[in-house]
């Protein structure tokens, strides 16, 4: 089994900037992807997707097999995840010519997942076989219950309703909350298609302390003391 590991580092971010390349404990959150995918031992080759050039220059020293140059068109704010990794795929088989059977994107700013959960994430995608594994924790807030939106007229109404409604989150329908951790794919699902949901994707749950997303400040400052206090 041929498996290509993504790691996609866009230079510009509106929400934080740089936030790629934010140090965590001394280390910056690209290099702690490379890092994490390399202690799987299940990659036959990591590829960096980015448009820095700081990034392209450190990636190979920190692990990384190949660095792509990501094109304009893939770094702006409308240019989708999934255009991006595939890319890097196509990209990657030319330059190393393999023809890899599953791709696994890891979020440069979701350094809490653990070795476990990528393994975890690929092993549940080649057992059932199917075209995409998600990772996700279990949502706070409910589209059943407590996830409100707003009509043209200015009407308020939970998001999904059902008659009689939910009277507590608890015995709403569960709901989860992509964490952007983990994303794998049957490599021919993403040439065919390249969207992170199809008709038989699986989740692969992780708990919501290793499933924080660094977005903002805030985000950042929440991830370092998980992480300065992840043994405490």
């Known amino acids: 089994m041929k498996r290509l590991a993504t790691i996609c580092a866009r230079k510009n971010s509106k929400g934080l900037p740089g936030k790629n390349k934010l140090l965590l404990n001394g280390t910056p959150l690209y290099a702690i992807a490379i890092s994490q995918a390399v ?42 995840k999934p255009e991006t990794i595939l890319h890097a795929l196509l990209e990657t088989e030319k330059e190393l010519g393999i023809s890899y059977d599953v791709v696994v994107d890891l979020d440069v700013t979701s350094p809490l997942r653990k070795v476990e959960d990528i393994k975890g994430a690929i092993d549940m995608l080649e057992l059932n076989k199917v075209s995409s594994v998600v ?29 009689p409604p939910y009277l507590s989150r608890q015995l709403s329908p569960k709901s989860f909350d992509m964490n952007a951790a983990v994303h794998v794919w049957n490599t021919q699902a993403l040439k065919s298609n390249p969207i992170v949901i199809f008709n038989d994707s699986l989740i692969y749950e992780m708990p919501e302390k290793r499933s924080r997303d660094i977005d903002t400040e805030l985000d950042f400052e929440i991830v370092k003391f998980l992480s300065e206090n992840s043994n405490k």
């Open 135 to 163: 990772s996700a924790c279990i949502s706070h807030r409910n589209p059943y219950f407590n996830i409100l939106e707003i009509d043209s007229k200015g009407k308020i109404s939970v998001s999904k309703t059902v008659n």
């Open 39 to 80: 202690k799987t031992e299940y990659f036959t080759s990591i590829t960096v997707s980015t448009d820095d050039e700081e990034i392209l220059e450190n990636s190979l020293l920190y692990g990384a097999d190949l660095t792509v140059n990501r094109p304009p068109i893939l770094t702006t704010d409308q240019a989708g």
